[in-house]
């Protein structure tokens, strides 16, 4: 565990949209609460999507150390993906709807206690994955998660419970997939998959376990192979999601691997930390290795 001592400048950004929270007071209680003898802080509400990620570079320029990116998965990563590989360090207050990446690092969700963490200035690297180049830090996949995002980026509200809807409504339409992996250039796999998803982390959020082994710092990604299945069984899989048994199921398939190369009949969505995007009919999937500084409690 690494911890700094000197004073740094440290700048907050807001998505006032993650969630359901209101976040008004927000600025006013990180000012209240931040170590003032550590941090020059400064705090920005964004004001559009993709603007975190346009804003770190040039405060790192200026001399910006932490970035603490203040929302859910989305906000994480659009944060995340400016900090990869430089010295910049990422911290979270989780205020999202999922908050995937935090409940993985066991950052308090509380904001007194994630405010607390913050002020003690320790992090650790973790690794991040790449599909195409396109960083991710979380899960990213293909198949009926990916499909789930898409529809829920087009929702009107935010939340679990319009999560879950869209989850159950979406069930009743979707038809698996054939894919084909190449997985560390040695084995080769052809699949009829309900969904594969590559998981750096356990779950995609809201304790929704996808890998419950995956290790952040290991080196590998959990390619988790989902067989298409009955509607009777729909309740068990999902029970088994969120009490950590997903990798006991005679229905799931689950590897380790650092390169991944995937194709599918033609082009669809992809997810990266559940936010969809149109991607080609070959992904080239990749870990890399501690390329990523976070702000987090020891983890074991």
């Given amino acids: 565990m690494v911890q700094t001592n000197s004073k740094e400048k440290i700048i907050f950004l807001i998505n006032p949209i993650s969630g359901t929270k209101k976040k008004a007071d927000i600025p006013k209680k990180i000012l209240q609460l931040i170590d003032k003898s550590m941090y020059d802080a400064e705090v920005y509400i964004t004001k559009y999507k993709g603007e975190a990620t346009e804003i770190v570079p040039q405060k790192i320029i200026e001399g910006y150390s932490r970035f603490i990116a203040v929302g859910g998965d989305g906000t994480v990563n659009e944060i995340a993906k400016a900090l990869v590989d430089t010295n910049g360090i990422l911290g979270i207050i989780p205020i999202g709807s999922g908050n995937g990446l935090a409940r993985h690092l066991r950052i308090p969700l509380d904001f007194k206690k994630s405010m607390e963490l913050i002020n003690t200035g320790k992090y650790e690297a973790i690794d991040y994955g790449r599909v195409n180049d396109v960083p991710f830090f979380c899960t990213c ?99 088994r999601l969120f009490a950590k048994t997903m990798d006991r199921s005679p229905l799931m398939n689950t590897m380790r691997a650092e390169k991944i190369v995937l194709k599918r009949k033609k082009e669809g969505v992809i997810h990266f930390d559940g936010e969809p995007c149109l991607m080609g009919k070959k992904l080239k999937i990749r870990i890399v290795h501690n390329g990523l500084k976070v702000m987090f409690p020891k983890i074991g």
């Avoid at 009926?144 to 339409?173: M, S, V």
């Avoid at 990604?221 to 729909?234: E, K, N, Q, V, Y």
């Fill in 141 to 239: 996949g293909v198949g009926f998660d990916a499909h789930i995002g898409h529809k829920f980026a087009e929702a009107t509200e935010r939340g679990f419970i319009t999560y879950l809807k869209t989850t159950l409504r979406e069930f009743f339409n979707y038809k698996a997939k054939k894919y084909k992996l190449k997985i560390d250039k040695t084995l080769k796999l052809k699949s009829r998959a309900f969904l594969i998803t590559f998981a750096n982390a356990s779950q995609y959020g809201n304790n929704a376990y996808i890998s419950p082994k995956a290790d952040i710092q290991d080196g590998k990604l959990d390619i988790c192979i989902l067989s298409p299945f009955r509607l009777h069984r729909g309740v068990g899989i999902g029970i």
